[in-house]
């Protein structure tokens, strides 16, 4: 029997495979411009001194870099926080995997056909392995097409909590056309080479494809297989090009803040004279005094909506929804370099004052968030400016005042301030004081 294998480039001639090359580069370009252009607006922020990092020897390095590279893989790869919103995070589970695996197979078969190219002996496309992974890609392959259709169905249904752009139709439907007319190349394949045996059931859904057209010539389906071949490459060179100006930048700068956001369990950030000196002010009124990870955290967010559903003062109807403080830093950072010093104000002009103080810092935002943007962290500094400026309102500044006139939030008289204890025996559920 013969070896289970197939041709990486099989019925594409030489010419079509060296315009494939060129627009490959071509989308890695794009790719790459778009990126710079983010790097760009982050580096704007205040320096993180990444390279300091990197001092020491390789132990001081690596315990310096653990906890980042395990909440990447963990939180990242293993999808930790993307876990626990029903089939949402379902469905993303089942549609990462797929893309991973697709990723990694595509990135074996183009190590294959340059091992191939250097002696044929080198190539290992073959055998157990080919069985091994045709059906594996298979199955991933409809993994992935099933999370996107779940996406596509849940966008249709448009819930209010995810922000919607335009793109997001372009990113969710291409990747459904990327899986079918994968699975339409590999059936088409299938008529054209007619393999036998294992090497046709080990891709049982491409087989099923096959079965859908049999009523074709081999001619005819080398024909159509050269075509459908050619919109799946333009399908992935599109989705190549289009990751940074798209929802899908999400999946390079979420790994990228979940290594470097340092989780604070709560903890505010202090403030220190040397700082204050040195910078001549308190909090942030510019975008460009945040650092440069809380900038590239702006980056991150995918608009899921999570922070949202758990914000106490958004559901209490308060003028405050911290995925709407994210965006409207992300709007105002891309209008600031593209601006200059025309740009406009951070406070009042793109976050109202009222919007601010309606945060209790209750951190349930930076809880949920699948890849830690701190979102509190982000008021806290806005709000810092605003005392600075004595721009302080509302309750927190009248609890302020009564703290430092009678010693409590209420003002009440130093006689008084216990009288609240009286009540207790009378609540069912509150326990006696000891005697
Ligand atoms: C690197 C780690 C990643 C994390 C932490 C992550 C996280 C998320 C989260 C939380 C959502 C919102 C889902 C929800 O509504 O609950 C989302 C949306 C999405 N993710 Fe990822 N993602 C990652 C990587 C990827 C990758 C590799 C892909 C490629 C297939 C991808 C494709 C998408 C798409 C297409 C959406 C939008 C769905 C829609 O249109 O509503 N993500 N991601
Ligand atoms: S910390 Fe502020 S923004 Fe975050 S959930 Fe609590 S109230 Fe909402
Ligand atoms: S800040 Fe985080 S939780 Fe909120 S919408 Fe963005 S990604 Fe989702």
Same mark, same amino acid.
């Given at each position: 029997m013969e070896t289970a294998t197939r041709e990486t480039f099989g019925n594409i001639p030489p010419s079509s495979q060296a315009v494939f090359y060129v627009i490959a580069v071509l989308s890695m370009v794009i790719f790459g411009y778009g990126l710079w252009r983010r790097y760009r607006l982050w580096r704007l922020g205040q320096p993180i001194n990444l390279l300091q990092s990197l001092r020491g020897g390789l132990g001081a390095m690596w315990t310096r870099f653990r906890p980042g590279a395990r909440r990447v893989l963990v939180?990242? %790869?293993?999808?930790q926080r993307v876990r626990g919103r029903g089939l949402a995070g379902s469905a993303h589970i089942v549609m990462f995997a797929g893309f991973m695996m697709l990723l990694l197979g595509t990135t074996l078969l183009e190590i294959d056909h340059l091992a191939a190219m250097i002696s044929?002996? %080198? !190539?290992?496309? &073959?055998g157990a392995y080919y069985v091994i992974y045709e059906f594996t890609l298979d199955v991933f392959g409809l993994f992935f097409i099933a999370g996107c259709t779940y996406f596509l169905w849940r966008r249709i249904k448009r819930p209010a909590s995810v922000g919607h752009r335009t793109t997001d139709w372009y990113v969710l439907l291409s990747f459904i056309a990327l899986g079918i007319t994968g699975y339409l190349v590999e059936g088409l394949r299938i008529l054209w080479q007619q393999p036998e045996g294992i090497a046709a059931w080990c891709s049982p859904v491409g087989l099923g494809v096959a079965k859908l057209f049999s009523n074709l010539t081999v001619a005819d389906a080398r024909t159509a297989h050269f075509a459908v071949w050619w919109i799946h490459a333009l399908l992935v060179f599109g989705f190549i090009a289009s990751i940074p100006f798209t929802r899908l930048l999400h999946f390079i700068t979420g790994p990228m803040n979940l290594f470097l956001a340092a989780p604070s369990l709560g903890q505010l950030r202090p403030v220190t004279m040397e700082e204050v000196e040195a910078t001549e002010r308190i909090g942030v009124s510019d975008i460009r005094h945040f650092t440069q990870q809380q900038l590239l955290s702006l980056d991150a967010c995918m608009e899921c909506g999570r922070c949202e559903e758990a914000c106490p003062a958004y559901l209490m109807g308060k003028p405050l929804s911290p995925k709407a403080v994210v965006q409207d830093l992300r709007g105002l950072l891309e209008k600031t370099a593209a601006a200059g010093g025309k740009a406009p104000a951070m406070h009042e002009e793109t976050i109202k004052a009222e919007t601010l103080w309606s $945060? +209790? +810092? $209750?951190n349930a935002c930076v809880e949920v968030c699948p890849v830690r943007i701190d979102q509190v962290a982000l008021i806290v500094d806005m709000r810092r400016h605003l005392v600075s400026e004595g721009g302080l309102s509302g309750t927190a500044a009248t609890a302020l005042r009564r703290m430092q006139s009678a010693a409590n939030p209420w003002g009440l008289p130093v006689n008084e &301030? @216990? @009288?609240? +204890? @009286? !009540?207790l025996n009378q609540n069912p559920h509150s326990q006696a004081p000891p005697a």
């Open positions: 939180e990242g %790869l293993g999808q044929p002996e %080198l !190539s290992f496309h &073959r $945060c +209790t +810092t $209750c &301030r @216990a @009288a609240w +204890t @009286a !009540s």
